[in-house]
């Protein structure tokens, strides 16, 4: 079953498993893989809501994974498929 979503268009967006280390970067959504997605539900739960300022602090040394991702004070570590449904908009460096 797939569920219909309204995605407003907040300019250029990426998925947080693809941004640079250290660039700053808000979040506009986590995209539910499932109709019912778990994941996606306890990261929206740890944080990982629209408007909060995110970044990806470090790479594991075996294919990336996992990532360190910071969100205020907080570090994580997500594999990237986790990270993969969370959906930025890097920060505007003159703003």
Do not use: W
Request: hydrophobic share 45%; charged share 20%; aromatic share 8%.
């Amino acid at each position: 079953m797939y569920i219909m979503r309204i995605i407003i268009d907040h300019g250029f967006c990426m998925r947080l498993c693809d941004l640079t280390p250290f660039t700053p970067a808000v979040i506009e959504y986590v995209e539910d893989v499932l109709e019912l997605d778990p994941i996606a539900k306890r990261l929206r739960e740890l944080g990982f809501v629209h408007g909060e300022a995110v970044s990806l602090v470090a790479r594991g040394p075996v294919g990336a994974d996992p990532l360190m991702i910071q969100i205020g004070f907080t570090r994580f570590a997500l594999r990237r498929a986790e990270a993969h449904r969370v959906h930025v908009n890097p920060a505007n460096p003159a703003s």
